[in-house]
């Protein structure tokens, strides 16, 4: 099982960047799928991008294409979110997820372990 711990969230202004780290601890991260979602209060948590082990071959939804950038430093264990041009409707907790799949889902159900999830909260 790995073991996962988000940083870089905060407080910004519509337009600022941020970048979002998720550092894993445990044997499996170079062989899991990445993912990060979002939930904004009140509603439900949604798939924002994934990675694949090899960093061959990436996905975002829609909203983020064009802004948010997932990448990965498996000699680090780390996965990164870069959140460009930040929007009010940004407004989230971002999550980090790992998946033992080989391809990229989109539905929380394919992940089986999950950070804390760090705040981003974007002020217009």
């Known amino acids: 099982q790995v073991h996962l711990v988000e940083s870089g969230g905060g407080l910004v202004q519509a337009g600022d960047s941020l970048r979002l780290s998720c550092t894993a601890s445990g044997r499996t991260f170079s062989s899991s799928t990445m993912g990060w979602f979002r939930q904004a209060p009140g509603k439900e948590r949604n798939f924002v991008a994934a990675?694949?082990?090899?960093?061959?071959?990436?996905n975002y939804a829609d909203s983020v294409k064009g802004r948010f950038t997932i990448s990965r430093d498996n000699s680090k264990n780390t996965v990164y979110l870069q959140i460009n041009s930040l929007k009010p409707e940004d407004t989230a907790v971002y999550y980090c997820?790992?998946?033992?799949?080989?391809?990229?889902?989109?539905?929380?159900?394919?992940?089986?372990?999950w950070g804390q999830g760090t705040q981003v909260t974007v002020s217009s």
């Open positions: 997820a790992a998946s033992n799949r080989e391809t990229i889902y989109r539905s929380p159900l394919f992940y089986n372990a």
């Open positions: 990675i694949t082990k090899t960093d061959g071959d990436t």
